[in-house]
């Protein structure tokens, strides 16, 4: 029997609280191909793919697999196809090890934890995964987590993967290495749907692209009939600007080179070894390189999240030495970070904007109070709100209700009411459309032309060599490079992070 589409879906509508999430959408996907999906965040592409998945039920529509009628009503209808979805937020379960994870929902009766972990541990060298079997899930990196969800879906032998926002936790590196595991699996006739806000991936690697706006289908078709502009057209209804960011007001040569944070080499466990750099007012720095190259690590330690080595180096702030023992002292001497991920430790999702961004200015100016003027503290809220442009349907929408980049926006200002001098961002466009990319940006522009410190880690070279007035690599614990915005290139960076 010849099948003329592998997975048809027709009409596809899901509503919540009366909005359209998708609207009357049709999509297919053929055997051993790779469907990317496109679209700013709240266009409907997670919603889709859900759907596909089983984790969400339609409204309204029809979807057949095989040209038969296909009724999915959980996940393990879609699992029991051979449909797997690998989620930006992982569905690992923490408590459990690797192995066990990967084969959660398809135990044997009987099971040999050694002959499991042999198993789990070829085919994540297979997959060159660099991870234990044995480790637990909790532990993992956002990177690793990722990586092990992808050999699930392996494991699992799926016939159909769905991917959303696969790279996003990934090096240019690990990168590199998933689209070539995307295509030898696409040789084996695995069909691949994948979710990404990095154009060039969804141009480079895709056989064919569907645009989705406002939970409508705008475009599909052949990835070559496509360029990055027109993209974001069908994305956003008109051309975008360029998301180069302009640079500081201040060039960096013609400042006082006094530097507000100084780190002489500081160690911390394996991860950080004899790292020192500095940070300057009004200069955005820089920091690339691969995971585990100690640069989160680096991080945290300055804030007093994980605590360095004793004797391990030292860290002036100001010209005073500091080594914090709580995070919330970082924050009362105006030091401020945005974590990596947002969903894990920036905000609490059930509450709403103001909740949230008030829960900043408690941190740094409540001293104690147990109640509150919110009539005092509502305009502050409301102000950064509008200045942040953070969008939602209605003033007590909760935040994960939130587009990706309307959250990451309220972590900023859960961070700019503390009115630091010194603002880390860690990966701060992780999940974030094309459209909030380039404002969250100017966000960061902006903090240090006010002359606040600030640092941006990225495993995103485009955005390193975008918004880095200075840029430092990370690799092995220390920094073994440094070069100025108009020196830096790929090339160069990448060289130093890798050899």
Known sequence: MTVSSFLKVKNATKTYGGFPAIDAVDFELNPGEIHALVGENGAGKSTLCKVIAGVVLL???????EDAPFSLKSPRDAFDKGISMVFQETSLVPQLSVAQNMVLGRERLFNSARKLSDECRQLLRSLNFNIDPAMKAGALSAAQK?????????????RIIILDEPTAALTPEETDHLFYLMNDLRQKGVA????SHAL?????????????????????GDAGTFDRNSLIRHMVGQDLASETTAKSKIPPASRARKPMLKVENVRMGNMVNNMSFSVFPGEITGIAGLIGSGRSEIA???IGQIKRN???GHIYLNDKEIRYRLPAQAVQDGIAY??????????????GVFENVSLGWIA?????????NRKKLRPKVLELQEKLSIRGIGEFQTVHKLSGGNQQKVVIAKTLIQEPSLVIFDEPTRGVDVGAIAEIRDIIRNIANSGAGVVVISSYLPEILDVSDRILVAKGGTIVAEFSRDEASPEKILHAAIH
């Open 338 to 351: 945005v974590t990596e991920d947002r969903k894990v430790d920036g905000f609490f999702e059930t509450m």
């Open 200 to 220: 060039e991936e969804a141009l480079t690697h895709a056989d064919r692209i569907t645009v989705l706006r406002n939970g409508k289908k705008i475009t599909s």
């Open 364 to 372: 740094k100016w409540a001293k104690g109070k147990f109640l509150i």
């Open 59 to 65: 409204d309204g529509g029809d979807i057949t697999f």
């Open 192 to 195: 691949m749907i994948f979710i």
């Open 146 to 158: 990722q990586m092990v969800e992808i050999a699930r879906a392996v494991y699992n032998k799926s």
């Open 300 to 302: 945290k330690v300055i």
């Open 310 to 312: 004793f004797g391990g």
